[in-house]
């Protein structure tokens, strides 16, 4: 079994908070794999040392792992050719026993003998495995978080590489890259002793040659000083081509990052079976009340709708790349059932109509005495059950599922696919696909001198600009998740002097004064409402002046704050204290 290696961290790095997490972490988890590794069962070797010294030869007595048993595929490979044997005993048994009670109560007998001993044998055998099993789930965890220690190791010493996303996935599978490398360099340590043996003998080879080149380098000088320019100019030739070769690599591996690597007809397909279970639903609600019998109906409904780009992002980086139709049939499924709430309630009530009914009563004439029999109408009340039924469509919004369904890494990569559209704008137009994001906001925009003379709105502006062209990503509140709206802002005011945690636009609101349209200026909040089903603000920005304010839309964004879709959402600018 391999083993991870155990990281030392030095005492500089365990005082740092930034990787105090995953520094305990990475402990936490090398310990629970020794705790796994000493339960594997030992055994007695002997061992012969020779002294190199004298040449005396002794036997010791160490413990060396057992190796680990054979598995339950090795047993069913070997045990194939008897129990195929086994079986067509029983068929044939089966097959006569009709005829004859003592004969298929004796084989009943024995099959359920045989079954007991081969559950003995499994449980016997998954029993000695077990040491084994804890031991390689172990390793595995133990290699995960040496990985995020390295990684947050890296950042620490490389701020510049948490600049987006896409940077710090590069980043993480570069160290995975490396980490794989070291281990497999020291797994194969035996070979290199050998290796370095050989380069040893190989080094004083060249060391006589250098000697004879330089003795014949002094005869020949001005030949020699010809040679050396040529070959500094051939250098510098090489580094040129190498240098753009590498810039022209790494460009190519930010492409391939960022682009989604599914054909593009299980993609099509992906987006065209989940277009068909919303029509479906639509076609439900549509048909509501001609294929139900209540007495009255009442519907709220969310519209229905998605873009395709989010859902090809979130099953890119759900899936962890690569993937087909077949394979994300039930993703598709699970995602569906998360963006849709559909809630059906039917109240009963008991009401009360009026009927006339006819009825019989004596009556006596007053001057003969004679009785008769007449009919008459009258009105009474009679309750009935009404039936009143209450439709409810919520659509979640598929964008804001990534922090639900997945871990961290994951939502990064979704950022990178989303911000990127996967590098396939020709995917999805939207001629053909009206949902698709389109990116129309200003991504560069010349925030007036004037306003940057106040320094606390510079560092915010200079804050927020770090994260232009990150896309909105529901629930996310720092660079490597990316951000929602009030997560940007919180972390951008967080970031230049303020401490306020992180805060919804309603919190964002509450702890600002309020200020009027006219008296707003450069580092004000703006808030607007109803941009989404929530009572309150809905939606925050970072106020710029002349009518600009910088945000997290999709992505994040300048915007124009007087066009008619802001100027019907406008709720009130704020002042951070």
Same mark, same amino acid.
């Given at each position: 079994?391999?083993?991870?290696?155990?990281?030392?961290?030095?005492?500089?790095?365990?005082?740092?908070?930034?990787?105090?997490?995953?520094?305990?972490?990475?402990?936490?988890?090398?310990?629970?794999?020794?705790?796994?590794?000493?339960?594997?069962?030992?055994?007695?070797?002997?061992?012969?040392?020779?002294?190199?010294?004298?040449?005396?030869?002794?036997?010791?007595?160490?413990?060396?792992?057992?190796?680990?048993?054979?598995?339950?595929? +090795?047993?069913?490979?070997?045990?194939?050719?008897?129990?195929?044997?086994?079986?067509?005993? @029983?068929?044939?048994?089966?097959?006569?026993?009709?005829?004859?009670?003592?004969?298929?109560?004796?084989?009943? +007998?024995?099959?359920?003998?045989?079954?007991?001993?081969?559950?003995?044998?499994?449980?016997?055998?998954?029993?000695?495995?077990?040491?084994?099993?804890?031991?390689?789930?172990?390793?595995?965890?133990?290699?995960?978080?040496?990985?995020?220690?390295?990684?947050?190791?890296?950042?620490?010493?490389?701020?510049?590489?948490?600049?987006?996303?896409?940077?710090?996935?590069?980043?993480?599978?570069?160290?995975?890259?490396?980490?794989?490398?070291?281990?497999?360099?020291? $797994?194969?340590? !035996?070979?290199?002793? !050998?290796?370095?043996?050989?380069?040893?003998?190989?080094?004083?080879?060249?060391?006589?040659?250098?000697?004879?080149?330089?003795?014949?380098?002094?005869? @020949?000088?001005?030949?020699?000083?010809?040679?050396?320019?040529?070959?500094?100019?051939?250098?510098?030739?090489?580094?040129?081509?190498?240098?753009?070769?590498?810039?022209?690599?790494?460009?190519?591996?930010?492409?391939?990052?960022?682009?989604?690597?599914?054909?593009?007809?299980?993609?099509? !397909?992906?987006?065209?079976?989940?277009?068909?279970?919303?029509?479906?639903?639509?076609?439900?609600?549509?048909?509501?009340?001609?294929?139900?019998?209540?007495?009255?109906? @009442?519907?709220?409904?969310?519209?229905?709708?998605?873009?395709?780009?989010?859902?090809?992002?979130?099953?890119?980086?759900?899936?962890?790349?690569?993937?087909?139709?077949?394979?994300?049939?039930?993703? #598709?499924?699970?995602?569906?059932?998360?963006?849709?709430?559909?809630?059906?309630?039917?109240?009963?009530?008991?009401?009360?109509?009026?009927?006339?009914?006819? %009825?019989?009563?004596?009556?006596?004439?007053?001057?003969?005495?004679?009785?008769?029999?007449?009919?008459?109408?009258?009105?009474?009340?009679?309750?009935?059950?009404?039936?009143?039924?209450?439709?409810?469509?919520?659509?979640?919004?598929?964008?804001?599922?990534?922090?639900?369904?997945?871990?961290?890494?994951?939502?990064?990569?979704?950022?990178?696919?989303?911000?990127?559209?996967?590098?396939?704008?020709?995917?999805?137009?939207?001629?053909?696909?009206?949902?698709?994001?389109?990116?129309?906001?200003?991504?560069?925009?010349?925030?007036?001198?004037?306003?940057?003379?106040?320094? $606390?709105?510079?560092?915010?502006?200079?804050?927020?600009?770090?994260? #232009?062209?990150?896309?909105?990503?529901?629930? !996310?509140?720092?660079?490597?998740?990316?951000?929602?709206?009030?997560?940007?802002?919180?972390?951008?005011?967080? @970031?230049?002097?303020?401490?306020?945690?992180?805060?919804?636009?309603? %919190?964002? #609101?509450?702890?600002?004064?309020?200020?009027? +349209?006219?008296?707003?200026?450069?580092?004000?909040?703006?808030?607007? $409402?109803?941009?989404?089903?929530?009572?309150?603000?809905?939606?925050?920005?970072?106020?710029?002046?002349?009518?600009?304010?910088?945000?997290?839309?999709?992505?994040?964004?300048?915007?124009?704050?007087?066009?008619?879709?802001?100027? +019907?959402?406008?709720?009130?600018?704020?002042?951070?204290?």
């Amino acid at each position: 079994m391999n083993k991870e290696p155990r990281l030392r961290f030095t005492e500089e790095e365990r005082a740092d908070p930034a990787l105090e997490k995953p520094i305990r972490k990475a402990d936490k988890a090398a310990a629970k794999a020794d705790q796994a590794q000493a339960k594997i069962p030992k055994k007695k070797v002997k061992r012969a040392e020779v002294d190199p010294e004298t040449g005396k030869v002794t036997t010791k007595l160490v413990l060396e792992d057992k190796k680990k048993p054979p598995s339950k595929l +090795s047993h069913t490979l070997r045990d194939a050719p008897a129990n195929t044997v086994a079986g067509k005993i @029983h068929q044939e048994i089966r097959e006569s026993e009709d005829d004859n009670v003592g004969v298929e109560s004796a084989h009943k +007998s024995e099959e359920v003998v045989e079954t007991g001993a081969r559950l003995v044998r499994e449980g016997y055998r998954s029993h000695k495995l077990k040491p084994y099993r804890k031991a390689a789930q172990a390793e595995k965890r133990l290699e995960k978080a040496n990985i995020n220690a390295l990684y947050h190791k890296s950042l620490r010493e490389n701020p510049q590489l948490a600049s987006n996303p896409f940077s710090r996935w590069q980043q993480k599978r570069a160290i995975k890259k490396q980490y794989a490398a070291a281990k497999h360099a020291s $797994q194969t340590a !035996g070979t290199a002793t !050998g290796a370095a043996q050989k380069a040893g003998r190989a080094a004083q080879t060249v060391k006589d040659k250098v000697k004879q080149t330089g003795a014949y380098v002094m005869r @020949h000088k001005k030949g020699a000083g010809i040679v050396l320019v040529l070959f500094f100019m051939v250098c510098l030739l090489m580094n040129t081509i190498s240098s753009c070769s590498m810039m022209a690599q790494s460009i190519g591996s930010g492409v391939t990052g960022s682009t989604f690597p599914s054909r593009d007809e299980d993609m099509l !397909g992906a987006e065209a079976a989940y277009a068909a279970k919303e029509a479906e639903l639509q076609n439900y609600l549509d048909s509501y009340e001609s294929t139900h019998d209540y007495d009255e109906y @009442h519907f709220d409904l969310d519209e229905i709708g998605h873009d395709p780009y989010v859902l090809i992002s979130i099953l890119t980086a759900y899936h962890e790349g690569e993937w087909t139709l077949t394979e994300v049939q039930r993703t #598709l499924d699970m995602l569906f059932e998360r963006q849709y709430i559909l809630t059906e309630e039917v109240v009963v009530e008991t009401r009360y109509r009026t009927e006339t009914r006819t %009825g019989t009563r004596e009556v006596t004439d007053p001057e003969t005495g004679e009785t008769t029999t007449e009919e008459y109408d009258y009105e009474v009340e009679v309750p009935y059950d009404y039936y009143i039924c209450y439709v409810t469509l919520e659509n979640f919004d598929l964008s804001h599922l990534p922090v639900y369904i997945m871990d961290e890494d994951k939502v990064s990569m979704y950022a990178v696919y989303i911000a990127t559209q996967g590098n396939r704008p020709d995917l999805f137009p939207q001629s053909e696909y009206p949902n698709a994001a389109g990116r129309e906001d200003y991504l560069d925009y010349d925030v007036p001198p004037e306003a940057l003379e106040d320094e $606390q709105f510079a560092a915010m502006l200079a804050e927020a600009e770090k994260y #232009l062209g990150f896309p909105y990503v529901w629930g !996310g509140s720092s660079p490597s998740t990316s951000f929602d709206c009030s997560g940007f802002v919180s972390w951008v005011i967080n @970031h230049s002097g303020w401490d306020v945690g992180r805060l919804t636009a309603n %919190g964002l #609101l509450n702890i600002c004064t309020p200020v009027s +349209s006219a008296n707003a200026r450069p580092g004000d909040l703006i808030f607007f $409402q109803g941009t989404y089903d929530t009572a309150g603000a809905s939606h925050v920005g970072i106020y710029v002046g002349d009518g600009m304010m910088i945000h997290c839309g999709d992505p994040i964004s300048y915007a124009n704050i007087n066009t008619s879709y802001w100027q +019907s959402h406008f709720y009130t600018f704020g002042r951070l204290p």
